[in-house]
């Protein structure tokens, strides 16, 4: 009775030791068997982005500041491109440089004001410069970059500018 008991216990015991060899084994070399996605090269045939996120399929990750700084809008300044970025400003700017881009939004009386956008300073920035601001943010600003995608920047770009001419 006694070795029927050793017994049992020997082959509970050896395959109780297996398994947990194999979960062990899995995961240690899980990571190696996963498959891999780089930034900016997904297969957007096997990968779909889930609904609501912003596709980066405008070419761009993270670009230096000094890079942008240097850019030219490749939006040119339509009217169609100047109401998007209306639309655009209005949901996203309004709240802090208010409507006519004066920097006396509603929120502004509880934050550090922002700057008027049609002020010779910030009109006489680089259209990368604001588009860089926009999509990333600055000392207190947010950065919008995930909210709205690049080509949408461009059409905020246009719109700032335009603040001037009314």
């Not at 062990?24 to 996963?34: E, I, K, V």
């Not at 949408?152 to 603040?163: G, I, M, P, Q, S």
Request: aromatic residues 10%; charged residues 20%.
């Amino acid at each position: 009775m006694k070795w029927v008991f050793l017994v049992c216990l020997l082959v509970v015991g050896g395959a109780g030791g297996t398994m947990g060899a194999i979960v062990g084994y899995r995961w240690l070399t899980s990571m190696q068997a996963d498959v891999k996605v780089v930034p900016g090269e997904a297969d957007l045939v096997r990968f779909t982005a889930p609904a609501g996120t912003v596709p980066r399929s405008d070419g761009e990750l993270l670009i230096a500041r000094e890079i942008y700084s240097t850019r030219k809008s490749p939006v040119p300044s339509s009217p169609e491109s100047v109401a998007r970025g209306q639309s655009l400003y209005r949901i996203y700017c309004t709240p802090c440089h208010g409507a006519g881009g004066k920097g006396d939004g509603p929120v502004t009386p509880r934050f550090i004001p922002p700057p008027d956008l049609t002020s010779a300073q910030i009109q006489g920035r680089t259209d990368g410069h604001i588009a860089y601001y926009i999509g990333y943010g600055g000392a207190i600003m947010p950065a919008y970059g995930e909210a709205i995608s690049v080509g949408e920047r461009w059409d905020l770009v246009n719109y700032v500018r335009a603040l001037v001419k009314r």
